[in-house]
């Protein structure tokens, strides 16, 4: 989205509903890959130090990328740089996906310095987005969107973490992080939002991502209650 005058309301709210379906869809595979690596550095014994530092490049990086975030939005406008952070995302996620052997400590926080920096050109394009959608006279809009957004932001982390937890459970690391990269690669598509072509590309990737959420749920809910429930079966007693 470049710099331009304000929408009409009608189009000014189905622009921020794909603002905010974007930066939601990011905020969930954030909070969950950084529950993934906790957890699973955990179950191969990594101490709480060795832990931290893993995440010292997220935070470094981003503070680097708030410096410089909004001159790149301004240069290529902030529709690319949303989409720029969302491709950062996935190909950080495709880092951690290499066999076991390769996840050392440099080689994740190369990966976490590319999802903090993924994280703030996301947060930035988001709300600045935000602002270009709303006339100078509608404050009082403008601040509750915007209070939405943040809102909702801190609780969907909270629910992401609880997400790394369950796709560690239920696909092992490297299947929950080749799944989130699957599903984030698929969003933009999925919104739409206009496009030449979106016609024909967003219902293929809401299909898709329909079928990624539903076969996760089946294998995470559904078939382990149907185990419990049915599959356990009482040894032949000895005649």
């Not at 052997?101 to 947060?123: E, F």
């Not at 909270?158 to 937890?165: A, D, N, Q, T």
């Not at 696909?171 to 599903?183: C, D, K």
Request: aromatic residues 8%.
């Amino acid at each position: 989205m470049s710099r331009t005058s304000p929408q009409s309301p009608p189009i000014a709210r189905r622009q921020y509903a794909l603002v905010t379906g974007n930066y939601w869809a990011f905020t969930l595979t954030d909070g969950a890959l950084r529950m993934l690596v906790v957890l699973h550095f955990h179950q191969l014994g990594y101490g709480p130090l060795q832990i931290a530092l893993l995440f010292l490049f997220y935070e470094i990086f981003g503070v680097v990328t708030n410096l410089v975030g909004g001159w790149l939005g301004a240069r290529i406008g902030l529709n690319r740089t949303m989409n720029t952070g969302l491709g950062l995302q996935v190909a950080a996620l495709v880092m951690l996906a290499v066999p076991a052997a390769m996840l050392t400590v440099p080689w994740v926080m190369a990966a976490q310095a590319l999802s903090g920096i993924a994280k703030d050109l996301n947060k930035m394009s988001a709300k600045s987005s935000v602002k270009l959608l709303v006339p100078d006279d509608a404050q009082g809009t403008l601040y509750r969107w915007i209070a939405a957004l943040t809102g909702s932001k801190n609780a969907l982390k909270g629910v992401g973490f609880f997400l790394g937890g369950v796709l560690l459970a239920a696909l092992t690391f490297r299947g929950a992080v080749l799944a989130m990269a699957a599903g984030l690669a698929l969003v933009p598509l999925a919104l739409g939002g206009g496009r030449s072509g979106s016609e024909i590309q967003t219902p293929m990737a809401i299909v898709i991502l329909c079928g990624l959420t539903t076969s996760t749920l089946l294998n995470m809910i559904v078939v382990p209650t149907l185990y419990l429930r049915y599959g356990k079966v009482e040894p032949a007693r000895m005649r």
